[in-house]
């Protein structure tokens, strides 16, 4: 018999339908992503966590899981709502199917609902805090009592929750299908990376850059980083309120002096904006899919790529040496700036994609180029 499990959303909806992960209860804004595919990368991009995620595209789980498709080293997300799971998964990668996945990992979810009608709702009022019940005995009127209860994401630093507790070295490539391993590029720039919830593909496409990278947990002092002599610092992805760390942006004021090669991605973005005085502003249902347009200014040229993020860098605050170099054909939004008279630049969406287009990746060959220039 299936498990019962209810959804209630601050604003007083409430859906019913099934459990389709472990049992108990999670709470957290609820977004909705758009993306087809890639549910394991998205359940493991650190970006997520305290965020229920809703999947609109209504089959989920067709083709299992396994242990390489991840972004971190466990599920993030604080829950995940989708339309159907099917009964059996098939793919020749595939170790485990999804409801088994998100069980192991104690991932509250529900499926058999109407996500069509929920993406509305989001739609229309914005992200809203929401509460998943997985079990006997549910009671609607207990879910909103926590829904309600969230505080929210404005003024919440999760970077330092999320990212690594100490230094590490990441030399990981691509994974290559026909070998079933990861590539081991040859290295040619040193570069220090700042976990503030990093992706792993990320690291995976600096690591084809031929960057030997180190991997420094989120409140590392910047004048730790620059005695380690890098070719380059790179500002991580990473959830929560990109004001309230006051820590990250503090460290990038110093690497913007010092004139290091920066790259900053998603909330690496965000620092990067309020490091030069910059403002960011909480969204009203954010960016969260694999099919974004996006314009590069400097060809004029139309990408399609991965987003993921609820704050923006308000343009109109930046400084007079930043460039507007990418900004969103959905919304207008800034989406990536360069400076005049630094070495640095950044982008608000992923172009490490995983899942999505590749059509951004170009952002990791500019990186290089910039830290072979200043070398």
Same mark, same amino acid.
């Not at 209860?25 to 087809?36: D, H, K, L, P, Y």
């Not at 069509?116 to 929401?130: M, V």
């Not at 079933?180 to 919830?197: E, I, L, S, T, W």
């Given at each position: 018999?299936?498990?019962?499990?209810?959804?209630?959303?601050?604003?007083?909806?409430?859906?019913?339908?099934?459990?389709?992960?472990?049992?108990?209860?999670?709470?957290?804004?609820?977004?909705?992503?758009?993306?087809?595919?890639?549910?394991?990368?998205?359940?493991?991009?650190?970006?997520?966590?305290?965020?229920?995620?809703?999947?609109?595209?209504?089959?989920?789980?067709?083709?299992?899981?396994?242990?390489?498709?991840?972004?971190?080293?466990?599920?993030?997300?604080?829950?995940?709502?989708?339309?159907?799971?099917?009964?059996?998964?098939?793919?020749?990668?595939?170790?485990?199917?999804?409801?088994?996945?998100?069980?192991?990992?104690?991932?509250?979810?529900?499926?058999?609902?109407?996500?069509?009608?929920?993406?509305?709702?989001?739609?229309?009022?914005?992200?809203?805090?929401?509460?998943?019940?997985?079990?006997?005995?549910?009671?609607?009127?207990?879910?909103?009592?926590?829904?309600?209860?969230?505080?929210?994401?404005?003024?919440?630093?999760?970077?330092?929750?999320?990212?690594?507790?100490?230094?590490?070295?990441?030399?990981?490539?691509?994974?290559?299908?026909?070998?079933?391993?990861?590539?081991?590029?040859?290295?040619?720039?040193?570069?220090?990376?700042?976990?503030?919830?990093?992706?792993?593909?990320?690291?995976?496409?600096?690591?084809?850059?031929?960057?030997?990278?180190?991997?420094?947990?989120?409140?590392?002092?910047?004048?730790?980083?620059?005695?380690?002599?890098?070719?380059?610092?790179?500002?991580?992805?990473?959830?929560?309120?990109?004001?309230?760390?006051?820590?990250?942006?503090?460290?990038?004021?110093?690497?913007?002096?010092?004139?290091?090669?920066?790259?900053?991605?998603?909330?690496?973005?965000?620092?990067? =904006?309020? %490091? !030069?005085?910059?403002?960011?502003?909480?969204?009203?249902? $954010? @960016?969260?899919? +694999?099919?974004?347009?996006?314009? *590069?200014?400097?060809?004029?040229?139309?990408?399609?790529?991965?987003?993921?993020?609820?704050?923006?860098?308000?343009?109109?605050?930046?400084?007079?040496?930043?460039?507007?170099?990418?900004?969103?054909?959905?919304?207008?939004?800034?989406? =990536?700036? %360069? !400076?005049?008279?630094?070495?640095?630049?950044?982008?608000? $969406? @992923?172009?490490? +994609?995983?899942?999505?287009?590749? *059509?951004?990746?170009?952002?990791?060959?500019?990186?290089?180029?910039?830290?072979?220039?200043?070398?």
């Amino acid at each position: 018999m299936p498990i019962p499990a209810l959804l209630a959303l601050e604003d007083g909806s409430v859906f019913h339908g099934h459990a389709v992960g472990a049992t108990g209860e999670t709470v957290g804004e609820v977004v909705f992503n758009t993306a087809m595919t890639g549910y394991q990368e998205i359940l493991t991009d650190p970006s997520y966590s305290r965020q229920i995620v809703t999947l609109t595209y209504p089959h989920i789980g067709n083709t299992g899981c396994n242990a390489e498709d991840v972004e971190s080293g466990k599920v993030h997300a604080a829950g995940l709502i989708v339309r159907d799971v099917p009964r059996r998964a098939s793919n020749w990668r595939s170790t485990e199917s999804l409801p088994d996945y998100l069980k192991r990992q104690g991932v509250v979810a529900i499926a058999g609902i109407d996500t069509r009608r929920l993406t509305r709702i989001l739609r229309d009022k914005g992200a809203l805090a929401g509460c998943i019940l997985a079990g006997e005995g549910l009671t609607a009127e207990a879910a909103l009592a926590k829904a309600r209860a969230f505080p929210g994401l404005n003024g919440m630093d999760l970077a330092k929750v999320v990212c690594t507790d100490k230094a590490y070295a990441w030399d990981a490539g691509v994974y290559d299908l026909d070998r079933q391993a990861f590539d081991q590029p040859a290295k040619r720039f040193k570069v220090v990376a700042y976990d503030f919830g990093v992706k792993h593909n990320i690291l995976r496409l600096l690591a084809e850059q031929g960057c030997d990278i180190t991997v420094v947990p989120a409140q590392t002092p910047a004048a730790e980083v620059l005695a380690m002599r890098p070719d380059g610092v790179f500002l991580s992805n990473g959830p929560g309120d990109p004001a309230a760390c006051d820590y990250a942006i503090a460290a990038t004021k110093a690497f913007l002096d010092a004139k290091v090669p920066l790259f900053g991605i998603c909330l690496g973005h965000q620092i990067m =904006g309020l %490091a !030069l005085g910059a403002k960011t502003l909480k969204m009203k249902f $954010g @960016h969260h899919g +694999a099919n974004h347009p996006v314009k *590069d200014h400097d060809d004029g040229r139309v990408l399609i790529t991965s987003q993921n993020h609820g704050f923006a860098v308000d343009p109109a605050t930046l400084p007079a040496n930043v460039r507007v170099t990418h900004s969103s054909l959905f919304d207008g939004t800034l989406q =990536g700036f %360069a !400076l005049t008279d630094r070495p640095a630049f950044c982008f608000q $969406g @992923h172009p490490e +994609a995983s899942p999505g287009p590749h *059509d951004i990746g170009y952002l990791f060959d500019r990186f290089a180029k910039l830290m072979q220039e200043v070398r």
